[in-house]
């Protein structure tokens, strides 16, 4: 089903292929409905205007795979390296998903979309997130280090902690009960 090498506005629906190898194969517009290709390796790949529901994409391999205004609706993400994705054009964004110990350092990715997602251990090193959304969203122990949050918001998700010290966020919004998230490093209380 999916062995040709472009796929055009095509539908998948429910393919299952863990542990295995697609490489190398273009899909622009597609839709890709309650797969699982958890534990594969997708690199090389290009995904152009593509969207991903209701999958299971944990642990996927994506070096050199180019994702190209791509929507993650109700996935599991766990642990994907996104920063070995091509740069070039690389537009995503993410709703109601899964995304602990996922890896997005040093990604470009302004104004991207994190909707009600799991994000526990996520790495944001060097990652640019200008403007930003994190709407809903648990950073529990998520890693911000010389991450540029410049106008991201904040201000309904939970868990994070960032040092604004080498983090620049001008105008980034948070919520006040989300200020403790910005002192922890300072080992003060706030009653």
Same mark, same amino acid.
């Not at 209701?54 to 609706?73: A, P």
């Not at 890693?143 to 868990?159: M, P, R, S």
């Given at each position: !089903? !999916?062995?040709? =090498?472009?796929?055009?506005?095509?539908?998948?629906?429910?393919?299952?292929? !863990?542990?295995?190898?697609?490489?190398?194969?273009?899909?622009?517009?597609?839709?890709? %409905?309650?797969?699982?290709?958890?534990?594969?390796?997708?690199?090389? %790949?290009?995904?152009?205007?593509?969207?991903?529901?209701?999958?299971? $994409?944990? #642990?996927?391999? =994506?070096?050199?795979?180019?994702?190209?205004?791509?929507?993650?609706? &109700?996935?599991? =993400?766990?642990?994907?390296?996104?920063?070995?994705?091509?740069?070039?054009?690389?537009?995503?964004?993410?709703?109601?998903?899964?995304?602990?110990?996922?890896?997005?350092?040093?990604?470009?990715?302004?104004?991207?979309?994190?909707?009600?997602?799991?994000? *526990?251990?996520?790495?944001?090193?060097?990652? %640019?997130?200008?403007?930003?959304?994190?709407?809903?969203? %648990?950073?529990? &122990?998520?890693?911000?280090?010389?991450?540029?949050?410049?106008?991201?918001?904040?201000?309904?998700?939970?868990?994070? *902690?960032?040092?604004?010290?080498? &983090?620049? #966020?001008?105008?980034? *919004?948070?919520?006040?009960?989300?200020?403790?998230?910005? $002192?922890?490093?300072?080992?003060?209380?706030?009653?």
């Amino acid at each position: !089903m !999916m062995d040709e =090498l472009i796929h055009i506005h095509k539908t998948f629906d429910k393919v299952v292929l !863990m542990g295995s190898e697609l490489r190398h194969r273009e899909f622009e517009g597609c839709v890709f %409905n309650q797969c699982d290709f958890s534990n594969s390796d997708f690199s090389g %790949n290009t995904f152009s205007e593509c969207e991903f529901i209701d999958c299971n $994409l944990s #642990m996927l391999l =994506l070096g050199q795979t180019s994702l190209q205004d791509v929507s993650f609706r &109700n996935c599991k =993400l766990l642990g994907i390296q996104f920063q070995h994705c091509n740069d070039f054009l690389f537009e995503v964004s993410f709703e109601q998903c899964a995304l602990d110990y996922a890896s997005f350092a040093h990604k470009k990715m302004p104004k991207t979309k994190f909707i009600n997602c799991s994000m *526990k251990e996520t790495v944001f090193v060097g990652t %640019n997130l200008t403007q930003a959304f994190f709407d809903q969203c %648990n950073l529990e &122990n998520a890693v911000f280090n010389e991450t540029q949050l410049a106008e991201a918001d904040f201000t309904t998700a939970i868990n994070y *902690k960032i040092d604004p010290q080498y &983090n620049p #966020m001008k105008k980034a *919004k948070f919520s006040t009960s989300g200020i403790l998230g910005l $002192l922890s490093q300072y080992d003060i209380k706030i009653e």
